[in-house]
């Protein structure tokens, strides 16, 4: 399946047509368990839902191959697949973390696994040399955002990689290999690179192919697309790892249902024609907004203004994604006005769906961050976070001209 393009995978990888009555779509095995022929012998197995699905299975091998990955599993959110990744530390941990992510996942680290004696320090990645000093001997876990949410920051993913390796050279034990983790409760031998790919979608960005270790979708966004489920998803290309992690996501048993896993099947199927058109719709916005004279600041990977455009150039393939962050001159209420004035891009919160959404991050999806940190990343009153639709463009700039005057 990794020769074929990506089109092809999307619409095919991990399925097939169902082998009792030739249905083309996989279909939706709404059961919670599974009848055995003697005890404990199971087929394929399948013995209870919250271990295995057969939906769920076919969405996390269509999932895998999409990322270029070999397992992938499914989450019923983006923040319970990070929760499971987060449950691979022990005490006295420490975790090198992005310092523009989602609003949640910093909540989980600072006000859940904190009091978990897990530790934390920020820093922009995209100054490596404050990753490289961000490093204690008791580093386990790296995790970036890229592009970031929501000043849409790119963070070279190969680079950082590198600094993992030179850093985790200097802590691995004699003898140890980078496949040696261990089951779920020895400490890891090596600190784990976690990229959230979220903002850019396989289609965009392959974590994978550039050294990540685990790759992190809030599935709710692109992946499902539509704006109609929530779900996350984890993909690997290590085995012991993977296994780690299905430990956890059977324990813990945050999954997704049979439904939910068959409309991510069925909005794989078009990632790739809608992120074009996401791509297409946002470009044409950014370069509008950043000419209008009511814009202060537009901030969007594919412009030249943007400080890491040439990377994004380099790292995302095929466009550079349907979010766009900018700065309205007034502050809070002329913000405020443009997000009370629009029409087809709905004030809400989330992203990724078909339909075009507007939101204020410091009162809505940042809220959970201090005051001092959101200036300091940049996130003012002015800002405002745009997730461009695939409607039509002339509209949503006509959207947007109405809301601005």
């Known amino acids: 399946m990794f020769d074929q393009r990506f089109g092809t995978r999307a619409i095919h990888a991990g399925q097939r047509p169902d082998p009792t009555t030739g249905a083309i779509m996989t279909p939706v095995y709404l059961t919670s368990t599974f009848v055995q022929n003697s005890p404990g012998v199971v087929k394929d197995g399948y013995d209870y839902a919250r271990s295995k699905n057969p939906t769920r299975a076919a969405l996390e091998a269509n999932l895998a191959a999409l990322e270029g990955g070999r397992f992938g599993l499914c ?66 876990l790296v995790w970036l955002e890229t592009p970031s949410n929501p000043m849409l920051k790119v963070i070279d993913i190969k ?27 020895t400490p890891l031998q090596r600190p784990l690179l976690v990229v959230d790919n979220t903002f850019a979608s396989p289609y965009l960005q392959s974590p994978l192919s550039l050294g990540a270790d685990i790759v992190l979708h809030s599935c709710t966004k692109y992946i499902g697309g539509h704006s109609d489920l929530v779900a996350g998803a984890l993909i690997t290309r290590d085995e012991p790892l993977a296994e780690r992690l299905r430990y956890v996501q059977n324990a813990v048993g945050a999954v997704p249902g049979a439904l939910d896993c068959f409309l991510m099947l069925r909005s794989t199927k078009t990632l790739h024609v809608r992120m074009q058109r996401h791509c297409e719709n946002a470009l044409r916005i950014a370069r509008w907004l950043e000419v209008h004279p009511k814009i202060e600041r537009v901030i969007y990977p594919g412009l030249p203004s943007h400080p890491q455009h040439e990377l994004a150039r380099r790292q995302m393939c095929g466009g550079f994604g349907g979010m766009i962050s900018c700065v309205v001159k007034g502050g809070l209420e002329a913000s405020r006005a443009v997000l009370e004035r629009v029409h087809l891009f709905s004030l809400a919160e989330s992203l990724g769906g078909v339909e075009s959404l507007i939101e204020h991050p410091a009162i809505m999806t940042h809220a959970s961050l201090p005051a001092d940190a959101r200036r300091t990343l940049g996130i003012d009153d ?5 997730s461009v639709g695939i409607e039509d463009v002339e509209d949503l700039i006509g959207d947007l001209e109405k809301a601005l005057g």
């Open 75 to 140: 989450f019923s959110s983006g923040l319970g697949a990070m929760d499971c990744v987060l449950h691979q530390l022990r005490e006295g941990d420490h975790i090198v973390l992005s310092d523009d992510v989602y609003g949640g996942s910093f909540r989980l680290v600072d006000k859940v696994y904190r009091h978990h004696g897990i530790a934390c320090t920020r820093v922009d990645m995209t100054d490596l040399g404050q990753v490289k000093a961000a490093f204690r001997p008791e580093t386990r």
């Open 159 to 185: 680079a950082v990689r590198g600094l993992v390796d030179e850093f985790a050279a200097t802590i691995t034990p004699s003898g140890a290999t980078d496949a040696t983790l261990g089951p779920l409760g």
């Open 382 to 386: 002015g800002l405002i976070r745009l």
